[in-house]
């Protein structure tokens, strides 16, 4: 009986502490994925973002330089496996550009424009005044320049595009973005912040979820033209194989808009 209280009392143990152990190396690798995230590699790399993750609950804490940083960080994270929360409590280092400002739509305009892979934002400069957007720089074709000024038209505050961008072909891609693998967390990210940012798509009413690189949007849409560019604007994003749209038309939507 003594030799069978001991094994019991040991295997007893062995479960106590592991529970712990396996929690702490959930901690660890989710700390570290976001770390090594496609999203905190490259649009959060400037930004000084401490994570902290106990028992899937992530705390961020630090400074970023850009409003749209911060809920990208979030928004990463919470699609990172594992994480059960995130307590967002970064700081955005000085001053927030007041809502429907010029700087407020050039912030919203170069973040949208930076996620798609069919628009070259590294050689495409952004100007506002006054809510009007003027648009310069090179595009390799002239499919990429009307695509240019579509997404930046439909930025919700901006009244109308001065398209100046020349084509030609001698356009240079950033290196970091070709054939990179993207994470689904990234994916994710970048998918709810193009659809918050557009006037015609309903961020608030979508569900994005990203399983090796194919997106799957639930939710719903307040007419056919929504869902499709919904789903079109999705697809042109980084990491992007496939999107597979789900989501619901409802027609009551329009009416409370």
């Not at 990463?76 to 280092?93: F, M, W, Y």
């Not at 961008?165 to 990179?180: F, H, S, W």
């Not at 719903?220 to 869902?227: I, L, P, T, V």
């Amino acid at each position: 009986m003594k030799i069978h209280y001991s094994l019991s009392v040991l295997a007893v143990a062995l479960l106590i502490t592991a529970a712990p152990l396996r929690a702490s190396e959930t901690d660890d690798r989710i700390e570290l994925s976001a770390r090594q995230s496609y999203m905190f590699k490259t649009y959060l790399s400037h930004d000084a973002i401490q994570i902290q993750s106990k028992d899937g609950a992530v705390t961020l804490t630090g400074t970023v330089a850009l409003e749209p940083h911060e809920i990208l960080a979030e928004d990463t994270v919470a699609g990172l496996p594992g994480v059960k929360s995130v307590d967002n409590r970064l700081e955005i280092i000085g001053e927030r550009p007041a809502r429907d400002s010029d700087a407020w739509l050039l912030m919203k305009v170069k973040t949208t424009l930076l996620f798609h892979r069919n628009v070259s934002t590294h050689n495409t400069k952004v100007s506002v005044k006054e809510g009007h957007v003027t648009l310069r720089g090179k595009a390799t074709s002239q499919a990429q320049r009307e695509l240019t000024a579509e997404y930046a038209k439909d930025v919700e505050g901006v009244k109308d595009v001065r398209n100046k961008i020349t084509v030609t072909r001698n356009v240079k891609m950033p290196a970091e973005t070709i054939g990179e693998n993207i994470d689904d967390a990234s994916i994710t990210a970048q998918a709810k912040m193009t659809l918050m940012f557009h006037r015609s798509t309903s961020a608030g009413n979508t569900r994005v979820e990203t399983n090796e690189g194919v997106v799957t949007l639930g939710g719903y849409a307040r007419n056919g033209a929504e869902k499709d560019l919904a789903g079109k604007l999705v697809a042109d994003i980084y990491g992007v194989k496939s999107v597979i749209n789900n989501m619901h038309i409802d027609a009551s939507m329009s009416k409370m808009n």
